[in-house]
């Protein structure tokens, strides 16, 4: 943060906004038609700040990974790099390197329909007042973290991490003590999701490498992941929440189709490969609740290791090993059998994953799941794929403050203790521009998985039966 001439607070987003380009971009002029063209991995341009970048040769090199970038080549990135980035004067230390050229102000809607041209205008004004709440966020301070906060919760998830093995080793092996301890286990666990989060996401320091080593603590010593698994996996749902082939988190086949889009689309390539049983999609709402508990123990537990191999991000395994260490040596100690030992650490791990599935999944797969749009906004695209839950000191804590998902995808960096005092700016705008703001009670976010599962399952029934009388 610093002061600019006329004395008003200037954030380091504002700072970045102003900087002035390299004087090669300056002199070079490039319409929207002509940026839209550059829209592959290997020919991958995009838009910050009305400056154009040829992150090309770069994508490779970048922190939060190619794949984002991949995501917004030729598309205006200025509101999601502005959402993910803390340390802008790293960032335009080394960013002129890649300008090629400014935004024609003069043509930038001029070849689309004049439906088109009133929707474009729209999001303009849309981001518009979008910055000022970010500029009111950050004047009020709501994003800088209480330390209290992280501190306290902190220990709450060591101390019941801690204390499930002490049960093991004080008490053996028996029913109620292996009950207690695995209550512990997956309530630590369970936390640890949220915590890792809020470190994942740089809500604590300002410096995003301090961060990460945090990160790989909550993520690794304690929930035996790799940290950069998640984050590579978690910032592309970010940065294109719902949008079909891009956000991971809604890429469920084959096992489930969700949105009105996708069933159709399935049922397409059921026809096209000449499927004689295909899969029926109208019982995925019975199977989700069996499926909850598997994600974890089935899902993320090979997806992360092959992460690691995959990418060489060794230092990873070294930071999951103490957590393997711990389950299966005090396991062994209290059982004394390495198949119960086995048991118990699955057992731990299909409770917390189901525990991670309601919560996380209420919040998005209900939603729109949609192609993608170039000009869409930040605000309106996260308002379409996210919904609320009610606040409550319960499900603050059951939830990890998730609760207030609309929030945390407008401000991922904002600690999740603040995101409430977001959450009226947000209401109002929405108000403003008439766009849905969802909230709901936990139990009927619960349950809306369910009937939004089934009510795709059925178009996709719909679709398939039309496509096969039609042949």
Same mark, same amino acid.
């Given at each position: 943060m610093g002061k600019g001439s006329n004395g008003n607070l200037i954030s380091a987003v504002e700072k970045f906004r102003l900087q002035r380009p390299s004087d090669s971009a300056m002199k070079n002029l490039i319409s929207w038609?002509?940026?839209?063209?550059?829209?592959? $991995?290997?020919? +991958?341009?995009?838009?910050?700040? %009305?400056?154009?970048? %040829?992150?090309? %040769?770069?994508? @490779?090199?970048?922190?939060?990974?190619? $794949?984002i970038l991949e995501f917004y080549a030729g598309q205006d990135a200025t509101e999601v790099f502005n959402a993910f980035h803390k340390d802008f004067d790293r960032v335009a230390k080394y960013s002129k390197t890649y300008q090629i050229g400014l935004i024609d102000p003069s043509g930038s809607l001029n070849d689309r329909s004049d439906q088109e041209k009133e929707k474009a205008q729209k999001e303009?004004?849309?981001? &518009?007042?979008?910055?000022?709440?970010?500029?009111?966020?950050?004047e009020k301070g709501y994003f800088k973290p209480?330390?209290?906060?992280?501190f306290l919760h902190s220990i709450q998830i060591v101390f019941f991490y801690l204390m499930g093995f002490y049960i093991q080793i004080k008490y053996g092996g028996d029913w109620i003590p292996t009950l207690c301890a695995l209550a512990c286990s997956v309530m630590a666990q369970a936390q640890a999701s949220w915590t890792q989060h809020d470190h994942g996401h740089s809500s604590l320091l300002w410096n995003p490498k301090h961060n990460r080593y945090i990160h790989m603590f909550f993520m690794g010593t304690i929930k035996g992941a790799s940290a950069d698994w998640w984050a590579f996996m978690h910032n592309l749902h970010h940065a294109k929440p719902n949008v079909i082939d891009k956000d991971p988190d809604c890429r469920l086949e084959?096992?489930?189709?969700?949105?009105?889009?996708?069933?159709?689309?399935?049922? &397409?390539?059921?026809? @096209? &490969?000449?499927?004689k049983n295909p899969y029926p999609y109208t019982i995925q709402q019975f199977l989700f609740p069996i499926g909850a508990f598997l994600l974890f123990p089935a899902f993320f537990q090979i997806t992360t290791f092959r992460h690691i191999f995959? @990418? =060489? *991000?060794?230092?990873?395994?070294?930071?999951?090993?103490?957590?393997?260490? /711990?389950?299966?040596? +005090?396991?062994?100690?209290?059982?004394?059998?390495?198949? *119960?030992?086995?048991?118990?650490?699955?057992?731990?791990? /299909?409770?917390e994953s189901a525990w991670f599935t309601w919560v996380s999944q209420c919040n998005h797969i209900v939603m729109d799941v949609h192609d993608d749009v170039d000009y869409e906004s930040w605000f309106h695209l996260q308002l379409r794929a996210t919904c609320n839950i009610e606040q409550s000191w319960f499900n603050d804590w059951f939830t990890g403050h998730l609760n207030f998902q609309i929030e945390h995808h407008l401000f991922p960096t904002m600690p999740r203790?603040? /995101?409430? @005092?977001?959450?009226?700016?947000?209401?109002?705008? +929405?108000? $403003?521009? %008439?766009? =849905?703001?969802?909230n709901k009670q936990l139990g009927e976010a619960f349950y809306d998985i369910l009937t939004s599962l089934k009510k795709s399952g059925q178009l996709w029934q719909e679709a398939y039966d039309e496509l096969k009388m039609s042949l």
């Open positions: 038609e002509e940026v839209a063209k550059h829209n592959t $991995k290997n020919d +991958c341009w995009i838009v910050v700040n %009305n400056i154009v970048y %040829n992150m090309s %040769n770069f994508r @490779k090199k970048h922190p939060g990974g190619s $794949k303009l004004e849309i981001r &518009e007042d979008f910055r000022k709440i970010q500029q009111i966020a950050l209480s330390y209290t906060f992280f084959p096992m489930f189709v969700v949105g009105d889009t996708n069933p159709r689309r399935r049922a &397409e390539q059921n026809v @096209k &490969e000449n499927a995959r @990418k =060489k *991000k060794y230092i990873d395994l070294v930071s999951m090993a103490p957590m393997y260490m /711990l389950y299966f040596g +005090c396991g062994y100690y209290a059982f004394g059998s390495i198949w *119960k030992s086995l048991a118990y650490f699955f057992a731990s791990r /299909l409770l203790h603040n /995101l409430y @005092k977001i959450q009226p700016y947000v209401q109002s705008m +929405c108000k $403003k521009h %008439n766009i =849905k703001y969802v």
